[in-house]
């Protein structure tokens, strides 16, 4: 079936430095999601993404958090600079034509802040 | 607090066997009520979803049932696999907004053959 792919698997990074998770969404998809999940908690929304903007983000969204796709290619998620409870994995998804249409998702990244 | 609640936190049956897995959520708007499946190492995918005009549906082997008076769904499966062995995610949504999942914590499904 369709395929999200999400790059790297895994990710180590200081403390304070940047990052950039990368997704490749479903090909034909039109909407966009990161998901962050601690480990032991429940996956939470972060924000979604439509027609090169942001259409809702949640309190979990910091500042220090960006989201774009430039010219159809990744969509990205950059955080800038990290901190230690930026630690989780992120899960991206597409949807095809709109929201409540079925998710797909990706394997995740785990983020290791140290 | 969580708004969506999954029980049991972990189960085991035998191969065959039925599997009940149970969730309730608290807010009344929530209507779309999608049943993520994940595999170790995977993404989670959408097995089965339900709307609030419903109050059951069913797919192969799977069917998801709905209470709106008691905010409470369920999950069954019926003639358990060893394959089937997942975690398994109750999310919920409002439809026509922007599309974000309330997920609940997930039950950890073993079938044992």
């Known amino acids: 079936g369709p395929k999200v792919l999400q790059i790297p698997s895994h990710q180590i990074i200081d403390m304070g430095q940047m990052v950039t998770l990368n997704c490749d969404p479903v090909?034909?998809?039109?909407?966009f999601y990161w998901y962050k999940q601690i480990l032991g908690q429940q996956m939470e929304f972060l924000v979604n993404?439509?027609?090169?903007?942001?259409?809702?983000k949640s309190k979990l969204f910091k500042d220090q958090f960006s989201v774009e796709r430039p010219d159809g290619s990744y969509f990205t998620l950059k955080i800038q600079p990290t901190a230690l409870e930026d630690s989780a994995v992120y899960f991206c998804?597409?949807?095809?034509?709109?929201?409540?249409?079925?998710?797909?998702f990706g394997h995740g990244t785990k983020l290791s802040v140290l | 607090q969580q708004q969506v609640r999954q029980s049991p936190q972990s189960l085991t049956v035998w191969e065959g066997g039925t599997t009940v897995l149970t969730c309730s959520y608290e807010?009344?708007?929530?209507?779309?009520f999608p049943w993520y499946q994940q595999f170790p190492g995977e993404g989670p995918a959408l097995l089965i979803s339900?709307?609030?005009?419903?109050d059951k549906k069913e797919d192969g082997r799977f069917t998801t049932f709905f209470n709106k008076r008691e905010k409470k769904l369920s999950l069954h499966i019926i003639d358990s696999q060893p394959g089937d062995s997942a975690t398994y995610f109750c999310?919920?949504?409002?439809?026509?907004?922007?599309?974000?999942?309330?997920f609940g914590l997930g039950t950890t499904l073993q079938v044992q053959p």
């Open positions: 998804a597409s949807s095809p034509t709109g929201p409540n249409e079925r998710l797909f």
């Open positions: 090909s034909n998809h039109l909407y």
């Open positions: 993404f439509y027609n090169g903007k942001v259409m809702e």
């Open positions: 807010d009344s708007t929530f209507n779309y």
């Open positions: 339900i709307l609030s005009v419903s």
């Open positions: 999310a919920a949504s409002v439809t026509g907004n922007t599309g974000k999942l309330i």
